[in-house]
Each structure stands twice: as structure tokens, then as C-alpha cells.
């Protein structure tokens, strides 16, 4: 879109998808000012234009924008932004530039602005279909393949040139330890820029379990191949972090406090970041125990995929599993700044979990005797990065075939109950905590439909574990009349807590104003499932409530791994009927 500048006069061009030119001359010498002009048929939350004079001017000043770069010297172009504050425009709107400048060598100048599209050119995906499947009242597949892109969103590193998101580009690059280890790579953990390991594995084996148990339904929905590649991701990071020689693991990448008093995209963050690593002497054997278990899943994950690299994932896996067995310890004692962000209240739910992952990747019995010693015959709270109890009885009935476990799992299921205790929202939500509240009824929905899938119950009881889990699933999809998953259904999140999907794109500036704007973010993270509302369904679209509408890597994991096995039952139609959800059935 282009305008022309007159000097001491004003000309309006209305803007259109396709770039407009109009020539025009105008008078002008020595010193002057003018402006260029825009018509804005659609909002902008930040702009860019890029103006060419005739002849080289100096001393270039604007008002209520800022030119990029040195305005001093002579020069036939310049580039102004927006300040911070004043990049949001709503359309129909005049978009004027004032500008005033020095002639250089005299003359008379003509000149031209161009407004630059500053759309991030990010295309929503066709919705994947599913041949021979149930009815299903959401399109399950496409949940898939968007929580797959909220994930490729998360990428930290250098981008690969088949990267889907367009907003994103490389990014902390200069990520390493204290000895100049490589540490790139990883997801970035939620709304912000940190590198948390510890959800980060949580997040890796619960979607690679997805992975093991429901490869159908994700070879189906045709999203196979990219669930081995953004879980590559992750996994080759975590190669990275650990040194066997030294026995040392590298558990997080960023300050905490630091990354949450900015308000910036990846890009643009300060790259000098401290790396924090747990040792023999400082253990850390929740993390590392999640760790050993991501990288053991991984290994039976890419096992037909890509044998070398399930080899490595092994090796390592084993490696780590043993120096956490040895040193036992909480990381957020070792790490200090993990503490407020990531505490850990027990590992001995970290060490069962490993010990079952490694018995599976492995076939050994030293690790299910580990398992069994370590098992704790109690309900699940709530399955999280922090808690994996209720995957552990999971595991232990899928190996151990015993009815204490399966007893176990129906005492999980009898705590998420009305008659358990548990606090049901008017519309039928499980409301276990005001923070990512659908965080964990998803994550304990897709535990219910694994209890399903084992047969961990009587034909009535595991009815009432397909039915809770669907419904639990769906509130989240749109039962209560909208979708809580950017980008998906009816009235998804428009201003998910989400630094770089906030960030205008470069040059424009990002800051604190970016958090404040009133509007939707400029780009739209697919897939996200946001926090999720509170006790009431009461829920707010807003940036600023990091409690109920920030995304996270731990959040969507769970949720996805549902979403998949219900697929999995619209495959082998046995579906329960949705319409049964409006009446809160219970597990």
C-alpha cells in the first residue's frame, strides 16, 4: 500500500490487498515538512513504513512514530515504526506520518511511502479428515494436528526450513552451560522464554505415550509424522543436557525472575542466560527421573522410526535413571530458581514413574522390582508435571496385571467425584484448582480413558470412564458454548498470555504495552489450550490473566493425549454419547 508525500499538503489513498502507487509531485527545498497518509480498512496493532524521497534528505524527524536507524546523515530512504502505545489503529482510521527534514544539495523533493503489510502470513491448516470413524460432534484430528502446532510454536533454537509458524524464528542461540555445552534446542515453557526441564520431559512422555497406546488414531488423522518431529525436539535436547562423564544434567535454561520482569518475544530476549545443571553433590531425581522417562518413551517411540537415535534416547535414558536412583534429593532445593516456578512435593512418585518407563524400554525386571518397591498404593490429587501417581497405577496394572493397581486407579476416580469431594462447576467441569483448571481434569480424562483402554474395571465402570473422559474433554472443546483452544471452535481465546505470540513482528518494538493491548495478539497460536475458567465458568478473555489464560506446554499434553484416545474410540466406534455431558455424569 503506498501513499505520496506533498509537501505542506496531504494525501489520503486508501489502502487494499494490493500494493497502490500514485505518482504526484509536489514543491519543496531547503527545509520542509509534509506528511504521508494511509485510509486503514482493517485494524493494525503495529506498523511499518518505509518512505523514499527523490533527492537524499537529512536531519529527518517524525512525530508520534520513530524512524529506525540514523536520521541524521543524507539518505534517500527511511524506515519508521510505530512508538510503543500508539501502533494499535482500528479501521477507518486515517494513518498519517508527519515528517520534516533537510534537503541535501538543495532542490525540490518528491516522496513516496510505502505501508507495509505487517499480516505474519500464518495459514490455518485444512482440517484433517477421518474415513470410517463415528460421529463425532468435534473434529478430533484437527485438535490433533493444532496442539502439534502449538508445540512447533514452543521451538526454541535454530528453525528448520520446513518451520510452520511464520512469527517465530531462531532463538536462543546462545544457550550453554557453565563449560560451553551446546544447550539449544528445548521448549520454551509456557507464556514466557524459560527452558523448564522438568514440565518440559512431563510434557514429552505423556504425548509420546499418546503416541504408544492410540498410533492409530494419530496414523489416521495423518499427523503421525509430525508428532515424531516436534518430539524430536525436545528429546535431542535433552541428549544435550546430560554428561555422563561428569554426571551432570542441565535441568533449566533462563532465569525465572528475569524472563517474568520482561515482556519481550524469544527473538528479541537478552541471549545471555544462565544455565542450571543438578550433580551428585546437588540432586535433582524428580527431574531426572521425568527425564529418564521421556527419553525411554522416545526410545520405544522411534524405535522402527529411526534406530540410532531410539538407541541414544536409551543408553541415555538408563544412564540418567541410575545417577538419579543414586542421588536422591528435591531440584528445586538444588536449583533456587526453579523454586517459585516448578517445586516439586515428592519423588517418589518420580521414581516409580521412571522405574515403569524403563521396564518398558528396557524388558529388564531390576527396574519393575525398583517400580514395585517404590509404589505408593494411594488416590491421585491430580496427574501433573508435579504428580504422577495416577500414571503409575496406569503403568502398574499394564504390567503387573494386579487388582490392587486397578483398585488404586478406582480410587483416583472415586476422588474426582461428586461423592469423593470433588467440586463440579455448574456446566460440569471437574474443578480440582483455580490455576490451569482444565489442565488437570484433562490430564486425569486421559488417565480414565487409558484405565478404559487396559480394562481396569467392569464394563459399567469403564462406561463411566469413557463417558467422564469425553466430557471432561469436551468442556474444554466448546460444551459450555465456546472452545478454550486458540485457534479452534467457537469463540476460541483471542488474547492467550503468550509473550511472542503478543509481539508484533520485527522491527516493531515489544514491550510491556504489548501485554496491554486491548486487542486480539497479532498472531494466533494454534492449538493452545489456554488455563481455563474459574469455579463458576466464569472466564475472561484477557492477556493480563496468566491464571486462567495462560498456554503451556504441560497444559496441552494431557489434553492432547485425550483428545487421541477419543479418536481412537470414534475409530473402532465406541463413542459414548455426548449429549449425555449436559447432565455432569460422574466417573
Not at 241 to 251: G, K, P, R, S, T
Not at 472 to 500: E, I, K
Not at 569 to 577: N, V
Amino acid at each position: 500500500m503506498k501513499s505520496l508525500l506533498l509537501w505542506t499538503g496531504m494525501v489520503v489513498v486508501t489502502m487494499v490487498m494490493a500494493e497502490q502507487t500514485t505518482k504526484m509531485t509536489g514543491g519543496g527545498s531547503g527545509s520542509f515538512n509534509g506528511q504521508f497518509c494511509f485510509h486503514l480498512e482493517n485494524d493494525v496493532n503495529g506498523y511499518e513504513v518505509k518512505l523514499h524521497f527523490s533527492h537524499p534528505v537529512s536531519g529527518a524527524r517524525v512525530i508520534e512514530s520513530q524512524i529506525v536507524g540514523d536520521s541524521s546523515s543524507c539518505s534517500d530512504t527511511y524506515l519508521v515504526i510505530n512508538k510503543p502505545y500508539q501502533g494499535k489503529k482500528t479501521a477507518g482510521q486515517d494513518l498519517c506520518i508527519r515528517f520534516s527534514g533537510q534537503v541535501c544539495g538543495g532542490g525540490t523533493v518528491t516522496g513516496t511511502g510505502t505501508l507495509v503489510d505487517m499480516d505474519d502470513g500464518e495459514v490455518k491448516p485444512r482440517a484433517p479428515h477421518v474415513s470410517g470413524a463415528q460421529s463425532m460432534k468435534y473434529n478430533y484430528a484437527e485438535v490433533m494436528q493444532l496442539s502439534l502446532m502449538f508445540y512447533e510454536a514452543q521451538r526454541s533454537g535454530k528453525l528448520p526450513a520446513d518451520n510452520r509458524i511464520p512469527w517465530r524464528g531462531d532463538s536462543g542461540m546462545q544457550d550453554k552451560g557453565a563449560g560451553g555445552e551446546d544447550l539449544t534446542g528445548g521448549w520454551y515453557d509456557a507464556g514466557d522464554n524459560v527452558k523448564f526441564n522438568f514440565p518440559m520431559a512431563f510434557s514429552t512422555t505423556i504425548m509420546c505415550y499418546s503416541g504408544l497406546e492410540f498410533a492409530e488414531a494419530w496414523q489416521k488423522s495423518g499427523q503421525m509424522d509430525q508428532l515424531y518431529s516436534q518430539l524430536r525436539w525436545p528429546l535431542e535436547y535433552f541428549l544435550k543436557c546430560w554428561n555422563n562423564a561428569d554426571q551432570e544434567l542441565y535441568v533449566q535454561v533462563g532465569s525465572g525472575g528475569a524472563d517474568h520482569g520482561s515482556w519481550t518475544s524469544p527473538e528479541r530476549m537478552d541471549p545471555d542466560r544462565p544455565a542450571y545443571k543438578i550433580t551428585a553433590s546437588k540432586p535433582g531425581s524428580d527431574v531426572a527421573m521425568e527425564t529418564a522417562a521421556a527419553m525411554a518413551c522416545g526410545s520405544l517411540l522411534f524405535k522402527t522410526k529411526d534406530a540410532h537415535f531410539s538407541s541414544a534416547l536409551l543408553t541415555n535414558a538408563k544412564q540418567i535413571y541410575s545417577f538419579a536412583k543414586a542421588h536422591q534429593g528435591f531440584y528445586s532445593t538444588s536449583v533456587s530458581d526453579a523454586a517459585a516456578y516448578y517445586r516439586s512435593q515428592n519423588y517418589t512418585d518420580e521414581n516409580n514413574w521412571g522405574a515403569f518407563w524403563l521396564h518398558w524400554a528396557t524388558g529388564e525386571a531390576s527396574y519393575l522390582q525398583d517400580a514395585q518397591v517404590r509404589y505408593a498404593h494411594e488416590p491421585a490429587w491430580g496427574f501433573s508435571w508435579d504428580e504422577q501417581i495416577g500414571g503409575n497405577h496406569i503403568l502398574c496394572y499394564k504390567f503387573l496385571k494386579s487388582d490392587a493397581c486397578k483398585a488404586d486407579m478406582a480410587s483416583t476416580v472415586e476422588l474426582w467425584s461428586k461423592a469423593g469431594g470433588m467440586t463440579y462447576t455448574p456446566k460440569c467441569l471437574a474443578f480440582r484448582a483455580v490455576w490451569g483448571a482444565l489442565r488437570y481434569a484433562s490430564n486425569t480424562a486421559f488417565l480414565a480413558l487409558l484405565a478404559d483402554k487396559y480394562g481396569m474395571g467392569s464394563s459399567s465402570e469403564l462406561a463411566s470412564y469413557r463417558q467422564w473422559g469425553m466430557c471432561q474433554l469436551h468442556y474444554a472443546l466448546g460444551d459450555t458454548g465456546r472452545s478454550f483452544v486458540v485457534g479452534y471452535g467457537t469463540n476460541p481465546p483471542t488474547q492467550p498470555h503468550h509473550r511472542g505470540a503478543s509481539c508484533p513482528v520485527e522491527p516493531l518494538v515489544c514491550n510491556w504495552d504489548a501485554q496491554q493491548n486491548s486487542g486480539p495478539n497479532p498472531h494466533t497460536i494454534y492449538g493452545a489450550l489456554v488455563g481455563g475458567p474459574g469455579a463458576q465458568d466464569d472466564y475472561t478473555d484477557s492477556r493480563t490473566d496468566f491464571i486462567h489464560n495462560e498456554v503451556a506446554c504441560d497444559y496441552n499434553a494431557g489434553f492432547t493425549g485425550g483428545v487421541t484416545a477419543l479418536l481412537d474410540l470414534a475409530l473402532h466406534h465406541q463413542l459414548p454419547d455426548p449429549s449425555a455431558c449436559s447432565s455432569c455424569p460422574q466417573p
